[in-house]
């Protein structure tokens, strides 16, 4: 495809090239006293204001969702089933969708960050268990303000309605 349609399968494959979006940010590990899983204006805050993660493309304004934005969805959509649990078939299905979504995207990252094994007493009683927790530790990483920059820049040319 030459991706200058955006018709059918007439699209690139990114919102941003790879060139233009490396690992160069670094993220430090650590656990939080936001994102809780009760609070869902915290979680709402995620997306980009006005298209909650979409864009459109191309001469026709093709609606795409991005990537990113659907895993932080699908996060989204499995805190919820945690915090009320699914109350329809639909919701269950979705629900599911999102934990292979999300599982997918994960192995599609492949992170190869090693995290030393500590060892961390048993809330059993005494007993010491090798767990990994991952604080502390820096990751490279894209910087993801840079896509949802792009995606409010890309919500200010949509049609008002």
């Known amino acids: 495809?030459?991706?200058?349609?955006?018709?059918?399968?007439?699209?690139?494959?990114?919102?941003?090239?790879?060139?233009?979006?490396?690992h160069?940010?670094?993220?430090t590990i650590e656990d939080s006293v936001h994102y809780l899983p009760n609070n869902s204006?915290?979680?709402?805050?995620?997306?980009?204001?006005?298209?909650?993660?979409?864009?459109?493309?191309?001469?026709?304004?093709?609606?795409?969702?991005?990537?990113?934005?659907?895993?932080?969805?699908?996060?989204?959509?499995?805190?919820?089933?945690?915090?009320e649990p699914p109350p329809s078939e639909w919701e269950s299905w979705h629900t599911q969708h999102c934990l292979n979504y999300v599982r997918q995207m994960l192995l599609c990252a492949a992170n190869v960050r090693l995290e030393p094994v500590k060892e961390i007493e048993s809330h059993a009683g005494g007993k010491k268990e090798a767990k990994v927790d991952g604080l502390g530790l820096e990751h490279?990483?894209?910087?993801?303000?840079?896509?949802?920059?792009?995606?409010?820049?890309n919500y200010l040319h949509w049609p008002k309605e």
Do not use: N
């Open 41 to 83: 204006a915290e979680w709402s805050s995620t997306f980009p204001v006005g298209s909650g993660g979409f864009v459109r493309l191309g001469p026709r304004g093709r609606l795409f969702g991005v990537s990113m934005f659907h895993q932080l969805h699908c996060l989204d959509k499995m805190r919820r089933a945690v915090v």
């Open 1 to 22: 495809p030459t991706a200058t349609g955006y018709l059918e399968e007439d699209f690139p494959p990114s919102l941003i090239p790879l060139s233009r979006h490396p």
């Open 140 to 153: 490279q990483c894209r910087d993801w303000s840079v896509l949802r920059r792009a995606a409010e820049e």
């Open 24 to 27: 160069d940010s670094a993220l």
